[in-house]
């Protein structure tokens, strides 16, 4: 079983930025990959961006290419979401997630445990 919080969702205007943490306990963290999803009203969850269990590989949506970045320390059993240049359009609840799967990182299928979710607002 693995817990995971995150932590620094909030309020920004556009252009602004903000970074989300995804703290994990219980089994082993480093062996997990990583995904970070979110869900806007009546929406469907999406997936935004995801990491592989060593760091060394990462995966963006199309919509957050070139803004947002994707990290980890394996020391610190957390995981960040670096989200610059934000747009009204990212407002969402923000989740994490990890899995041991090997299948697509970009499917919310392949992913077992999940967060509370944190609120993401981002003003015009």
């Known amino acids: 079983q693995v817990q995971l919080v995150e932590f620094g969702g909030g309020l920004v205007q556009a252009g602004g930025s903000l970074r989300l943490s995804c703290a994990a306990s219980g089994r082993t963290f480093k062996g997990y990959a990583m995904g970070w999803f979110r869900q806007a009203p009546g929406k469907e969850r999406e997936f935004v961006s995801a990491i592989n269990w060593s760091g060394g590989a990462t995966y963006y949506a199309d919509s957050v290419k070139g803004r947002f970045t994707v990290s980890r320390d394996n020391a610190k059993n957390t995981v960040y979401l670096q989200m610059n240049s934000l747009k009204p359009e990212d407002t969402a609840v923000y989740y994490c997630?990890?899995?041991?799967?090997?299948?697509?990182?970009?499917?919310?299928?392949?992913?077992?445990?999940w967060g509370q979710g944190t609120q993401v607002t981002v003003s015009s």
């Open positions: 997630a990890a899995t041991l799967s090997l299948a697509t990182l970009a499917a919310r299928t392949s992913f077992d445990y």
